[in-house]
């Protein structure tokens, strides 16, 4: 009786031991980088989110979707440009993350979409973002607003990319 309470013991401690690794921001096999989203104009209903997102694994994952309590809803999208026109997409069935590969979320490229914002995303601001990945469960992180200028990421590509919530496209996305 003695012994088998003593292995009791050790199995509690073990199991005590271990439990912290659940609650830790980042999954086991994936991180992820350098998030930031664009601050937006007042009474914008939509705003970005881009990021890198490294699969430390052997094993393909998918971001399937996030969530955030500062809008309605989030999508993640693709941008492309045919034929000189920027089209938007949701991308369907979630964004494939390569065994031990990287993707990284850009303006006029893959971008978390944050649809019907409840207040404008401000410089040096932070908003809380849960994405959910396949296989490496929730993750959540903390995403910096920042000031968007033209010199930060240059070219039309990102002007657009920057306006896409405007006039273009995403009210049609539903
Ligand atoms: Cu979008």
Same mark, same amino acid.
């Given at each position: 009786?003695?012994?088998?309470?003593?292995?009791?013991?050790?199995?509690?401690?073990?199991?005590?031991?271990?439990?912290?690794?659940? @609650?830790?921001?980042? /999954?086991?096999?994936?991180?992820? +980088?350098?998030?930031?989203?664009? !601050?937006? *104009? =007042?009474?914008?209903?939509?705003?970005?989110?881009?990021?890198?997102?490294?699969?430390?694994?052997?094993?393909?994952?998918?971001?399937?979707?996030?969530?955030?309590?500062?809008?309605?809803?989030?999508?993640?999208?693709?941008? @492309?440009?045919?034929? /000189?026109?920027?089209?938007?997409? +949701?991308?369907?069935?979630?964004? !494939?993350? *390569? =065994?031990?590969?990287?993707?990284?979320?850009?303006?006029?490229?893959?971008?978390?979409?944050?649809?019907?914002?409840?207040?404008?995303?401000?410089?040096?601001?932070?908003?809380?973002?849960?994405?959910?990945?396949?296989?490496?469960?929730?993750?959540?992180?903390?995403?910096?607003?920042?000031?968007?200028?033209?010199?930060?990421?240059?070219?039309?590509?990102?002007?657009?990319?920057?306006?896409?919530?405007?006039?273009?496209?995403?009210?049609?996305?539903?």
């Amino acid at each position: 009786m003695r012994y088998l309470s003593k292995s009791f013991i050790v199995l509690a401690v073990l199991i005590a031991a271990a439990s912290p690794a659940s @609650t830790q921001q980042t /999954g086991p096999s994936i991180a992820v +980088e350098r998030p930031y989203a664009r !601050a937006t *104009p =007042a009474g914008a209903q939509t705003g970005a989110v881009d990021m890198n997102v490294d699969n430390k694994s052997h094993a393909a994952d998918r971001l399937v979707g996030a969530s955030s309590d500062v809008a309605d809803k989030l999508q993640i999208h693709e941008t @492309t440009v045919v034929n /000189g026109v920027m089209q938007i997409r +949701e991308v369907a069935g979630g964004l !494939a993350i *390569p =065994a031990d590969g990287s993707v990284k979320l850009k303006p006029g490229s893959y971008h978390v979409m944050l649809i019907g914002l409840k207040k404008p995303l401000k410089a040096g601001e932070t908003l809380p973002l849960t994405l959910m990945f396949e296989k490496a469960g929730n993750i959540s992180v903390t995403v910096p607003v920042q000031a968007m200028t033209k010199s930060d990421n240059g070219g039309d590509m990102s002007n657009m990319h920057d306006n896409h919530g405007g006039a273009m496209g995403h009210m049609e996305m539903k």
